[in-house]
């Protein structure tokens, strides 16, 4: 089975949110800020019953 493709998207964060995440990253052992985001995606798509991703 294939992984599914894959796109990047860049979005400009508010400097007191940029540093919430890096507080969370260093918190909950995240290696970046993507990997942390992307989570934070599935976890929120996962509640709306998004599940393709797995």
């Known amino acids: 089975m294939s992984m599914p ?3 990047v998207i860049s979005v400009k964060l508010p400097n007191d949110v940029v ?5 969370i990253i260093c918190e909950k052992s995240y290696r ?5 985001v992307r989570d934070a995606i599935m976890w929120k798509l996962s509640k709306h ?3 393709r991703f797995t």
């Open 32 to 36: 970046n800020r993507s990997d942390l």
């Open 5 to 7: 493709s894959s796109k």
């Open 19 to 23: 540093d919430l995440i890096d507080d």
């Open 49 to 51: 019953g998004y599940t």
